[in-house]
């Protein structure tokens, strides 16, 4: 149904290292965002792409980083892991329009040790 | 965005009707509230949105009173597939930079 795809499915680092999640979006979405969720809580926002523009951010460090290409496939960038950067990281894409059409992936699941 | 309250969790028995209530009481006027929902691994997905009175949609409906000041998500006959988070989230229309809360575990139970 949702077309929207991430990559890896799970991660496992350790402090201080630096992990880069890729999102493709589902076809004819030009906006990302990118949210965090830990274990047991909803996801935050961190930050969304619009036409490989920035576009928002919620309240992360710069350390959280992003990218969106031209074909608006997207990544995520974390430098100098924090164990506390262990949770699910899901990405959703969506025409920039309507908010139904926001569409999520599965999600990474990052583990930092 | 307003600060959204909900159970943290409910169950219910196959077959029944499950409402579940969201108290918004600072939502602002051009606040639409919207409903997510979430199971284990994988991202949440949208349910239901309105800004007034009464929406429906293939799987849910939405009553919100005339002081919007609340929400109510109503899921009829529920099955056990319907065992999942629900999310209750309240922002401008067209927000795509959403905060989710806690959520409403909802279990059914056979």
């Known amino acids: 149904e949702t077309g929207v795809t991430q990559s890896p499915t799970h991660l496992i680092k350790t402090r201080g290292q630096q992990v880069t999640l890729r999102c493709s979006s589902q076809s004819g979405h030009n906006t990302v965002s990118w949210y965090q969720q830990a274990l047991g809580q909803g996801p935050q926002f961190i930050f969304q792409?619009?036409?490989?523009?920035?576009?928002g951010r919620g309240n992360f460090p710069p350390r959280f980083s992003g990218l969106q290409f031209p074909n608006y496939s997207s990544e995520l960038n974390v430098n100098a892991l924090e164990l506390d950067d262990s949770a699910l990281y899901l990405c959703a894409s969506s025409s920039g329009l309507v908010i139904e059409t926001q569409y999520f992936g599965p999600g990474t699941r990052l583990l930092v040790l | 965005l307003a600060k959204t309250t909900q159970p943290i969790s409910m169950d219910s028995y196959e077959g029944q009707e499950v409402n579940i209530t969201c108290s918004h009481n600072n939502i602002a006027t051009n606040d639409y509230i919207t409903w997510y929902q979430q199971f284990p691994s994988q991202g949440p997905r949208f349910i239901i949105q309105?800004?007034?009175t009464k929406v429906t949609n293939e799987v849910a409906s939405l009553f919100i009173p005339a002081d919007r000041k609340s929400s109510t998500l109503s899921l009829p006959r529920v099955s056990l597939s319907d065992t999942a988070v629900y999310y209750c989230?309240?922002?401008?229309?067209?927000?795509?930079?959403?905060?989710f809360g806690t959520g409403t575990r909802l279990t059914i139970i056979p």
């Open positions: 309105g800004y007034k």
């Open positions: 989230l309240v922002g401008p229309f067209g927000n795509e930079k959403l905060t």
């Open positions: 792409y619009y036409r490989e523009e920035e576009n």
